[in-house]
C-alpha cells in the first residue's frame, strides 16, 4: 500500500520558526522567500498548492489566487485587514483561517518602551558606548519623563494600554479620536495639531483608514515642535513620509521612534544616520508568547481542513 501524500503548502514569508518546524514536520512545505525567482516559483507550485500560509499583513494578492487552481485554504499568522480578496476566495469556496490574538498589552508595551528609549536618548546612548567613544566624550542627556504630557492618537484598545504604562513613568495623557471616550478623564482634542501643540511626545496608536491616511502631515509636525517627539506603532500610512524626513533632517522635530515603514522592510536611507530616531522592525506583536499562541491556532486551522473538519478559526466577511 502507497505512503499518504502529505498536502502541499505555500509559505509566503518565514513565520516564527518553531512554527515553521511544525509545518515542514505534518506537510509538504515550499518557502517562497528562498527561491531565487518568487513569480516562477509560484508559476512551478500552481498545479500542485492546496494551501497558503501567509501574514495578516501580507495577505495574498487576487493574482496569485487566481494563479493556483488547486488552492483551498488561505491560513493566516495573525489577522488579514484588507490583505485578502474575500469576494475571489468566496467565489471559489476557499478557506481563509486567521489566529485571533491579544496583541494590545504588547504593543502599548513597545509604544512605552519607545517612548522612554527615544525622549531618554537610550539607543544613541548605547551607540555611544560600542563605538568607544565614551573615553573621550560626554554622552547625549534626554528629556526626563516625569511631568511631560503624552499625547495619544486614537484611544483604542492600544492607545489605552499604552496610555496606562506611560502615566505609570509620570506622564499626563491627553488624547484625540473621531470622538471623545465618556469613560475616561485624559484631556480630549478633536483637532490632531492642538493636541500634537500640547504634547512632549505624540505617540500614534489610531488604525489605518482613509480618514487617517498622512493625518500626521507637515503641519503636525511643526506642531510637535523641536523640542517635540514622535513615536508610531500603528501604521506607516498614517504619518507623511516625505514630511517626516524633512522634519527629522531639519530638527524641526526632537527625534521619532517608528516600528513601521512605508515600503517596509525597506527603510529609507536618511533614517539610517540618523541620531534622533529610534528604528525598529514591525515587532510590535513579536513576543513569544504571541507568537506561540498564533502558532498553535495556525496548526489547528490548517489539520482540521485537511482531516475534513470544520476550522475552528475561519475568517468572515
Known amino acids: 500500500m502507497a505512503a499518504s501524500t502529505k498536502p502541499e503548502i505555500l509559505v509566503m514569508v518565514p513565520i516564527y520558526a518553531p512554527v515553521l518546524a511544525q509545518l515542514e514536520q505534518e506537510f509538504s512545505v515550499h518557502k517562497l522567500w528562498q527561491a531565487p525567482d518568487s513569480q516562477q516559483c509560484m508559476n512551478d507550485l500552481a498545479g500542485s498548492v492546496r494551501a497558503v500560509v501567509t501574514t495578516g499583513l501580507l495577505g495574498l494578492r487576487r493574482a496569485d489566487i487566481d494563479l493556483l487552481p488547486k488552492l483551498e485554504l488561505i491560513a493566516c499568522f495573525g489577522t488579514p485587514h484588507g490583505t485578502i480578496d474575500h469576494a475571489a476566495t468566496s467565489r471559489r469556496g476557499i478557506v481563509v483561517t486567521n489566529t485571533p490574538d491579544r496583541i494590545a498589552e504588547a504593543v502599548a508595551e513597545l509604544a512605552a518602551g519607545m517612548t522612554i528609549a527615544l525622549m531618554r536618548r537610550i539607543c544613541e546612548n548605547d551607540r555611544f558606548v560600542r563605538t568607544g567613544r565614551w573615553p573621550h566624550g560626554a554622552p547625549s542627556a534626554g528629556n526626563t519623563l516625569v511631568g511631560k504630557t503624552c499625547g495619544i492618537v486614537g484611544l483604542g484598545k492600544i492607545g489605552r494600554e499604552t496610555a ?154
Open 164 to 317: 496606562t504604562r506611560l502615566e505609570a513613568f509620570g506622564m499626563s495623557v491627553s488624547y484625540q479620536g473621531p470622538r471623545r471616550k465618556p469613560d475616561v478623564s485624559y484631556s480630549y482634542f478633536a483637532d490632531v495639531a492642538a493636541l500634537a501643540q500640547h504634547s512632549d511626545c505624540l505617540v500614534v496608536t489610531c488604525s489605518a483608514t482613509p480618514e487617517t491616511h498622512r493625518l500626521i502631515d507637515a503641519r503636525i509636525l511643526d506642531a510637535i515642535g523641536p523640542e517635540g517627539y514622535l513615536v508610531n506603532v500603528a501604521r506607516a500610512s498614517i504619518v507623511d513620509e516625505a514630511a517626516l524626513l524633512a522634519a527629522l533632517d531639519a530638527k524641526r522635530i526632537a527625534g521619532a521612534a517608528l516600528d513601521v515603514f512605508w515600503s517596509e522592510p525597506q527603510v529609507p536611507e536618511r533614517l539610517m544616520g540618523m541620531d534622533n530616531v529610534v528604528l525598529l522592525p514591525h515587532v510590535g506583536s513579536t513576543t513569544r508568547e504571541i507568537r506561540e499562541e498564533r502558532g498553535r491556532k495556525l496548526m489547528a486551522n490548517l489539520r482540521a481542513h485537511f482531516s475534513g473538519q470544520p476550522v475552528p478559526n475561519p475568517v468572515t466577511r
